[in-house]
């Protein structure tokens, strides 16, 4: 009888083996995926209905979509490698409000160099603490030229030559939730607090790079429009103490501009409006999805700096100067713009 | 399952509060689950699952699962067994250390994991020498999940050899002189329905990994985006994908619960 336990045992050792035997030899554990699987539709760029900021105090909302259902996303196809060398790997770390712009780009950019763009996103920060710890990076891309350029003095990281510079710019935007619940019009709206009218807001954290652009946002309506002596203040005092009232709707605060959008998205009741780049409501107008947008103008709007630098640990420094000088050529600097970048 | 009937209405009542409390727990359990999957349509799980990152992201789960809980069962089944069968000075204090991955929140030991095996961290540049960089790659999600996950397996086993009967093994001992073949005739057997609850809990955790993952071995499609994360991304691509890979996580990981349950039932069934 005991012999029984032990077979038992070892066919479920060998079922295992054989199953992770068999996927391996199916080409996961292969270093040279060429396929790298996102989600994001194949878009052409016509699809962008970018609306303009209006510039004065009250801006008024972006047109609402159809509720239409999000789009199957189609694979990324294959490309095929030349077949003289196996291509190359280049490892790009992207902030995670760059992620979608990166992997519309790869594919021609991996066909034109013979190469495999492998990308780690998350948020800023992360990233850098990553590299800063020597994790592998060809290139970083930053959505805050701060992380860059703490990467830069950083003892035993720093960057390969000079390349280190900032490439983009980003501002903010609001998101409502599909369907506007709360039916907010203006930003004046979002301070609001009395009873059912109570909206919840979602934002980022002041360590990330779009949490950062947001605290800073926040203080310059307080002080612009907010305050009796200033200029520019809005007379029906809607904007007094907005720092202090948006605060107290503020119901979580997330990582990654990324998962604020995708609270806000869940569409469960919960997330009323949160506070994102421009680029993801581009982005969102590419998908056809649900949500909307208020723009904040560019008196009090953030403009924050992307930075863009090659750690000096890279080891495909010629792969990594073509993807740097890339993203500042005139090319790559109108695809930016496709995608909501260098407002 | 009721009892012969209950003579006083204490009885009854303490008879209907259980019941009640069994059915608020099994709601509890089972209705969040249940709006998952009320959220999705048939149709779209067809679809969605030819989606290459999903395929992707489900090999990657399933692989990386599996390898932790056999590496989990290599290192904690022995250690669990000389722990409780020897005694030494400090061993309260290691015995609690190795139960420290549970309470670590994921994101501190994935930090963790980056300072120890990164290329500038402490045991990294060993690896660095030889040409190995762990962070960012397959075997990163393995230590990873198998740093958070191994100590369930551990302390399950402690439990099974601890209820063991030293007679049994003692008498074993003395009718055959080698340790290792007491081990694998006596010991193990006694034991391994708890060893084999808790590596379903292994697998489990490690199936569900997801701050140490992100940390230590970063977010990249295809070699570290198991399906946690793969959630969390496409939850903002695309929020419909996100809700069923969710489901189809589920029904995975039922699956093989399920199977594993019922396997030892078969087998051991006839204990009871």
Redesign the interface.
């Known amino acids: 009888m005991n012999n029984k336990y032990i077979t038992i045992l070892l066919a479920v050792i060998i079922i295992v083996a054989a199953v992770v035997g068999y996927l391996a030899y199916a080409g996961t554990f292969s270093g040279n995926n060429n396929t790298t699987p996102t989600p994001t539709p194949t878009l052409t760029p016509s699809q962008t209905a970018s609306p303009t900021p209006t510039p004065t105090a009250s801006p008024s909302p972006t047109p609402t979509h159809t509720a239409s259902p999000t789009p199957t996303p189609s694979l990324t196809p294959t490309p095929t490698p030349t077949p003289s060398s196996p291509p190359t790997t280049l490892t790009v770390f992207a902030a995670s409000s760059m992620a979608n712009f990166i992997a519309n780009m790869t594919q021609a950019f991996d066909k034109q160099y013979n190469c495999n763009i492998v990308v780690n996103s998350g948020s800023s920060s992360t990233l850098e603490g990553q590299i800063a710890q020597g994790v592998p990076c060809d290139v970083f891309l930053s959505a805050d030229i701060k992380w860059t350029n703490t990467l830069n003095t950083t003892a035993g990281a720093g960057t390969y030559g000079n390349f280190n510079t900032n490439f983009t710019t980003n501002k903010l935007c609001v998101i409502i939730a599909p369907g506007n619940p709360k039916g907010i019009t203006a930003l004046a709206d979002l301070a609001t607090a009395t009873g059912a009218n109570k909206i919840h807001i979602v934002i980022a954290q002041t360590t990330v790079p779009v949490g950062s652009y947001t605290n800073t946002t926040l203080t310059k309506i307080t002080n612009t429009w907010g305050n009796s002596s200033s200029p520019s203040y809005v007379t029906n005092g809607s904007y007094v103490n907005y720092y202090t009232n948006f605060q107290n709707n503020v119901i979580n605060t997330l990582q990654t501009d990324e998962q604020v959008v995708g609270a806000v998205n869940l569409n469960v009741g919960v997330a009323d409006a949160g506070i994102v780049f421009y680029s993801d409501e581009v982005y969102a107008n590419m998908a056809q999805q649900t949500v909307q947008f208020i723009s904040i103008p560019d008196s009090v709007n953030t403009i924050g700096t992307y930075g863009i630098c090659i750690p000096s640990e890279t080891t495909q420094s010629a792969l990594a100067q073509a993807f740097y000088n890339y993203l500042l050529s005139a090319q790559g600097q109108a695809l930016l713009t496709e995608f909501g970048f260098g407002s | 399952m009721k009892q012969s009937f209950a003579n006083s209405i204490s009885d009854k009542i303490i008879i209907i509060i259980i019941a009640l409390i069994v059915i608020t727990y099994f709601l509890f359990i089972t209705v969040p689950i249940l709006a998952v999957f009320l959220k999705i349509e048939p149709s779209?799980v067809s679809?969605?699952i030819?989606?290459?990152?999903i395929?992707?992201a489900i090999?990657?789960s399933?692989?990386t699962s599996?390898?932790a809980t056999?590496i989990a069962f290599v290192l904690a089944v022995p250690s669990a067994y000389f722990i409780v069968t020897r005694n030494f000075p400090g061993k309260t204090i290691i015995d609690t250390l190795m139960d420290l991955p549970i309470v670590l929140p994921p994101a501190v030991a994935g930090?963790a994991l980056?300072?120890t095996f990164?290329?500038?961290?402490l045991l990294?540049p060993i690896f660095?020498k030889f040409g190995y960089?762990i962070?960012?790659s397959?075997i990163a999600v393995i230590i990873a999940e198998t740093f958070v996950a191994s100590p369930f397996l551990f302390r399950s086993a402690k439990v099974g050899f601890e209820n063991m009967d030293r007679d049994i093994v003692n008498s074993a001992k003395m009718l055959s002189g080698s340790r290792l073949r007491v081990f694998?005739?006596?010991t193990?057997?006694l034991s391994?329905r708890a060893i084999i609850s808790g590596a379903m809990m292994t697998w489990a955790r490690a199936m569900g990994e997801f701050g140490a993952t992100?940390?230590f071995a970063?977010?990249?499609?295809?070699?570290t985006q198991t399906m946690p994360l793969a959630i969390?991304?496409?939850?903002?691509?695309?929020?419909?994908?996100?809700i069923t890979l969710s489901v189809i996580l589920i029904i995975i990981s039922f699956s093989i619960l399920i199977i594993v349950k019922l396997?030892e039932q078969k087998?051991f069934g006839a204990k009871k």
Do not use: S
């Not at chain 2, 969390?232 to 996100?242: C, E, I, R, S, V």
């Open positions: 779209q679809a969605q030819r989606n290459a990152g395929i992707e090999k990657l399933l692989i599996a390898i056999v930090v980056l300072y990164a290329p500038k961290g990294g660095n960089i962070p960012g397959l694998f005739t006596v193990f057997p391994i992100l940390m970063g977010n990249i499609a295809g070699i969390y991304n496409f939850l903002y691509y695309d929020p419909l994908a996100g396997l087998r």
